[in-house]
């Protein structure tokens, strides 16, 4: 009787999971998306005001996400500093 009380108890547990799983995927899906719909705006914002210690700054970033890149290194903080600069120059 326990053997069957723990495939179901698992059974329910996978299905709560996938559901979560799911709602997670599809919350992703949304950000992206409306990232596709904002961030041209901002860069279109930035391009048109950038200075250049800003543009320096990002020239960095780039090259050292670049060589982060090749070494087969994350890049996820030089990521969030490039878009930390853009929106610095968007105003």
């Known amino acids: 009787m326990e053997h069957i ?3 179901e108890s698992t059974r329910i547990l996978l299905k709560h999971l996938l559901k979560c ?3 997670k995927k599809k919350r ?3 950000i992206f998306q409306f990232r596709k719909i904002i961030e041209p705006q901002i ?3 930035a391009a048109v005001s950038i200075d ?3 543009l320096n700054r990002m020239k960095v970033i780039v090259c050292n996400q670049e060589i982060r890149i ?3 290194k994350d890049t996820s903080k030089l990521d969030e500093e490039f878009h930390r600069e853009i929106a610095i120059a968007s105003g």
């Open 5 to 7: 009380f723990a495939i």
């Open 21 to 23: 799983l799911q709602i």
């Open 28 to 30: 992703l899906s949304d």
């Open 43 to 45: 860069a279109a914002l």
């Open 52 to 54: 250049d210690e800003t």
């Open 70 to 72: 090749r070494s087969g």
